[in-house]
Nanobody
Framework: QVQLVESGGGLVQAGDSLRLACAAS????????MGWFRQAPGKEREFVGT???????????NYADSVKARFTISRDNAKNTVYLQMNRLKPEDTALYYC????????????WGQGTQVTVSS
């Protein structure tokens, strides 16, 4: 079992940056595929990016096209924390951002945080 707590959200202007953190407890994040998702009002949950770490490959990442050039996922396995660095934020990035954890051998995400709100004004 993994518990996840997101933090770092806030109100920013377009073009600003934010770094979200996802602190995990219960299990080491190095054992899991870690993902970031977001959900805007009236819209379905959207995939943002994922990070899967191994000793041999390091931090293997994948991103949605809408954020690929601007967002970066990083890990600090010693702190058991995953980060989402968001640069050049746009109003359309406004959403509740969630982190999630899933088995490396699977595709679904089994554990979810409560989310942190990111609001970008124009």
């Amino acid at each position: 079992q993994v518990q996840l707590v997101e933090s770092g959200g806030g109100l920013v202007q377009a073009g600003d940056s934010l770094r979200l953190a996802c602190a995990a407890s219960g299990r080491p994040i190095s054992s899991y595929r870690m993902g970031w998702f977001r959900q805007a009002p009236g819209k379905e949950r959207e995939f943002v990016g994922t990070s899967s770490w191994s000793y041999f490959t390091g931090n293997v990442q994948n991103y949605a096209d809408s954020v690929k050039a601007r967002f970066t996922i990083s890990r600090d396995n010693a702190k058991n924390t995953v980060y989402l660095q968001m640069n050049r934020l746009k109003p359309e990035d406004t959403a509740l951002y969630y982190c999630a954890a899933g088995q490396k051998s699977g595709e679904k995400y089994d554990y979810w945080g409560q989310g942190t709100q990111v609001t970008v004004s124009s």
